[in-house]
């Protein structure tokens, strides 16, 4: 599977992220950026090899998809409880982050 057929989000979020170099290719007059192409092997070895990521991440609205993307990184060892925060105006999606180890704030101005 190469980065391109990962998708345009998934190897945007892999190059933040740092798990993707990107190398420098000469074309005509001007430098253009073209991403390597990558197996899931290899992103996987990636990922494992910088399993702790030293950054905080912020969700803004402690959803579903912000539930199940904190979940993931914490139960790969990506990064630390204490790493991740979130907003959200309902009390019970806060009480679920705390009890994953995250930060609940309750306005995005905090995250």
């Not at 090899?49 to 993931?72: C, D, H, P, T, V």
């Not at 630390?80 to 994953?100: G, T, V, W």
């Amino acid at each position: 599977m190469s980065l391109l057929s990962l998708g345009h989000a998934a190897s945007v979020g892999m190059r933040a992220l740092g798990l993707v170099r990107q190398q420098q290719h000469r074309s005509c007059s001007a430098f253009r950026r073209k991403p390597i192409r990558v197996t899931s092997r290899q992103c996987s070895a990636w990922v494992e090899a910088s399993m702790s990521l030293n950054k905080r991440i912020g969700f803004m609205g402690s959803g579903q998809m912000a539930e199940a993307l904190a979940r993931g990184l914490i139960d790969r060892g990506v990064v630390q409880p204490s790493h991740i925060c979130c907003s959200d105006p309902a009390q019970a999606r806060k009480e679920l982050f705390r009890s994953l180890g995250a930060t609940p704030y309750d306005s995005n101005l905090e995250v």
